[in-house]
């Protein structure tokens, strides 16, 4: 089936530790996209990647990292930089800027 | 920057009635696009409906459909014939299609609970 898949689903971290979030697509899509999600806010954009190995930071990038070296793959690491890193993650993808994004199922991140 | 307003933070309705959901936005831009997405307790984001900013006709989709007021950088989301399944957040987001920075920006929400 066509979509995009993210794991882990639940992943707990310690603080000082470095943890990635693999988002993988297979809808051909040429954009994709990391957002984040705290309780009570709406979604805030971390980073993006119109095309393959090119990214630009979003709202919130700092203690965030990113690679986009194969189409289909959009990983996210979060480092011991992000100070609050406990939130749902949500990956997304499009066709390109201006068209319709659509959404994996997301991950929680927790510290411990 | 664009920016979009959710003023209801919950919202109920009985089963089958109607209820809207309001929605404003900010920007400078003559050419954009607006969604409506859905987040239910399964926490994926699902699209429910898009609307063009060039397009005067307003976009329906089965029982949704919204009202956009152009000048009033207004664009509410109608429900009609709640079900219990319509329970879920509900996302306003707005899409500067030129924009390289934030290719959409979001409201904080509206939680709409169906009441059977």
């Known amino acids: 089936d066509g979509g995009i898949t993210q794991s882990p689903k639940y992943l707990f971290r310690k603080e000082g530790q470095n943890v990635t979030l693999s988002c993988e697509q297979n809808?051909?899509?040429?954009?994709m996209y990391w957002y984040r999600q705290d309780p009570g806010q709406g979604l805030r954009l971390i980073y993006y990647s119109q095309i393959v190995n090119d990214f630009q930071k979003g709202d919130i990038a700092e203690g965030y990292s990113v690679s986009r070296e194969k189409k289909e793959s959009f990983p996210l690491t979060v480092t011991s930089a992000q100070k609050n890193p406990t939130a749902f993650y949500l990956c997304?993808?499009?066709?390109?800027?201006?068209?319709?994004?659509?959404f994996g199922e997301g991950s929680w991140l927790t510290v411990v | 920057a664009q920016t979009v307003t959710q003023s209801q933070p919950e919202m109920s309705v009985q089963e089958a009635e109607t209820v809207t959901l309001s929605c404003t936005y900010d920007t400078s831009e003559n050419n954009y696009y607006l969604f409506w997405y859905k987040q239910p307790p399964s926490r994926q984001m699902i699209l429910v409906i898009r609307?063009?900013?060039?397009?005067?006709q307003n976009a329906t989709e089965n029982r949704f459909s919204v009202n956009f007021q152009k000048a009033a950088k207004s664009f509410s989301l109608k429900i009609s014939d709640s079900q219990l399944g319509d329970t879920a957040m509900y996302f306003c987001a707005f899409m500067n299609p030129l924009s390289g920075n934030t290719p959409l920006v979001f409201g904080k929400g509206t939680r709409l609970s169906v009441i059977a």
């Open positions: 997304a993808s499009s066709m390109g800027t201006g068209n319709t994004i659509y």
């Open positions: 609307q063009e900013a060039y397009k005067q």
């Open positions: 809808l051909n899509h040429d954009a």
